[in-house]
């Protein structure tokens, strides 16, 4: 089976841009997070969606917005990027939320996204 | 609030010895705490989890942690250390009302053979 896969793996976008990075849930699992990795920290949670709905939201700026689609797959966007938001992207998935609290996510290798 | 210290930015042992990673936690109430691997250019792994049930817990590839809410501490530990276990470690606590988790800063593992 499959485990998370996103894409693209790297990315690198000029200040001011927009960005699309995409995530594909292990199959059955029904509900996707986003977490921001800057170099030298540990993840920082953004968004979790179940069902198509957003169910919390980290304490990022309206520049960051996610959707979750019909099939589970979900798509974090980022608007006039900034230097700060290089990081690596990763995405979690778990068959319903509560189950990724409980008992661990399974993450993907993320999107590593350079802002210059 | 919920947030979790891990004590060591990088530790270094040398094969066959033991591993100690250390992290304290703090919360309001009892906590559910995971430690989760990262190997270079993979995706976080699941090592292990306590959920208020034994206080020792045992992982994957010969890791446990002890959760000691007298100290507030969840340390993980690994009687030999393998070459493969160099990669960088995170203590995780879950949010409370909220659908997320808190990372602590990371412990860079090194394994000298």
């Known amino acids: 089976d499959a485990g998370v896969t996103q894409s693209p793996t790297h990315l690198i976008k000029t200040r001011g841009q927009h960005v699309t990075l995409r995530c594909s849930p292990i199959s059955g699992h029904k509900s996707v997070s986003w977490y921001q990795q800057v170099l030298g920290q540990g993840p920082q949670f953004i968004f979790q969606?179940?069902?198509?709905?957003?169910?919390g939201r980290g304490n990022f700026p309206d520049r960051f917005s996610a959707r979750q689609f019909p099939n589970y797959s979900s798509e974090l966007n980022v608007n006039a990027l900034l230097l700060g938001d290089s990081a690596l992207y990763l995405c979690?998935?778990?068959?319903?939320?509560?189950?990724?609290?409980?008992?661990?996510?399974?993450f993907g290798s993320g999107t590593r996204l350079t802002v210059v | 609030a919920q947030s979790v210290t891990q004590l060591d930015s990088h530790v270094s042992v040398s094969e066959g010895t033991p591993v100690l990673l250390r992290c304290n936690y703090s919360s309001s109430y009892s906590p559910s705490l995971f430690w989760y691997v990262q190997h270079p250019n993979k995706g976080l792994q699941l090592l292990l989890k306590y959920t208020s049930a034994a206080t020792l817990v045992k992982g994957i590839n010969g890791f446990e942690a002890e959760f000691k809410k007298s100290e507030t501490s969840f340390h993980l530990t690994k009687p030999s250390a393998h070459m493969s276990d160099a990669a960088e470690y995170f203590c995780v606590v879950r949010g409370l009302g909220a659908n997320n988790l808190f990372f602590g800063t990371g412990t860079r593992l090194t394994v000298i053979p």
């Open positions: 969606y179940y069902e198509k709905e957003e169910r």
């Open positions: 979690a998935s778990s068959p319903r939320p509560g189950d990724g609290l409980n008992y661990g996510y399974t």
